[in-house]
């Protein structure tokens, strides 16, 4: 019954591959963001969609690509991975929409990706 | 813009001492503001969130957290530490830029409770 989750749990690839976190919630919220969290836990936003629609893409390389099926399910593919992608990615899902936010997020656990 | 302020990246109490860690905020706009807790290798979790209300805020785990608008702050407090209560702590703050809300969170403060 895990609300917002995250696969896989850890990922390790080598410089310039290509790979894909993928985050499902079941709470009906329509709204899902991505979240990059470095080194040194600090947390910046990436991505948001609201019903499948992107609505916050905040500078952020066009290697990475978000793509949301259904507004259950929001993931994140990366290209040609460097070293410096090397972080926790979180996953979280909100009720609010884009114009408020009351509620607050929902994280999921995160991915740890590392890249040699 | 906003921003956030954690003071003490690192904050060590005794078990059953006071909790207290320091949030400041700048917002142009009245802010929606949040704690939230991270346990080692999990995501985040809501301690308590103010939006408007009541400016002392009561939150899970016996925190509470008081909005003090004239010192833009919003400092998260509990009386007697657990261990248990060892782990990441962010405020994050909320308004509008550019017609959509945006979070901002704070660098965190880790929580030691010493025996």
């Known amino acids: 019954d895990t609300a917002v989750s995250q696969t896989p749990k850890y990922l390790v690839t080598q410089m310039g591959n290509d790979k894909s976190i993928k985050c499902e919630q079941n709470?009906?919220?329509?709204?899902m963001y991505w979240y990059k969290q470095d080194s040194k836990k600090f947390l910046k936003i990436m991505f948001s969609y609201n019903n499948k629609e992107l609505i916050i893409n905040e500078t952020v390389p066009n290697r990475f690509s978000p793509k949301s099926p259904d507004k259950a399910h929001l993931n994140l593919h990366i290209n040609s991975l460097e070293l410096g992608d090397s972080a926790v990615y979180f996953c979280a899902s909100s009720p609010d929409g884009p114009t408020t936010f009351i509620y607050g997020y929902t994280f999921g656990s995160g991915t740890r990706l590392t890249v040699v | 813009a906003q921003s956030v302020t954690q003071l003490g990246s690192h904050v060590s109490v005794s078990e059953g001492a006071l909790v207290l860690l320091r949030c400041n905020y700048s917002s142009s706009v009245p802010p929606y503001l949040f704690w939230y807790v991270q346990y080692p290798n999990q995501g985040l979790q809501l301690l308590l969130k103010?939006?408007?209300?009541?400016?002392l805020v009561k939150g899970i785990n016996g925190f509470e957290a008081e909005f003090k608008k004239s010192e833009t702050s919003f400092h998260l407090t509990k009386p007697s530490a657990h261990m248990s209560d060892a782990a990441e702590y962010f405020c994050a703050v909320s308004d509008k830029a550019r017609g959509y809300q945006k979070v901002t969170f704070g660098t965190g403060t880790k929580l030691q409770v010493i025996p």
């Open positions: 709470l009906g919220h329509d709204t």
């Open positions: 103010y939006t408007s209300a009541a400016t």
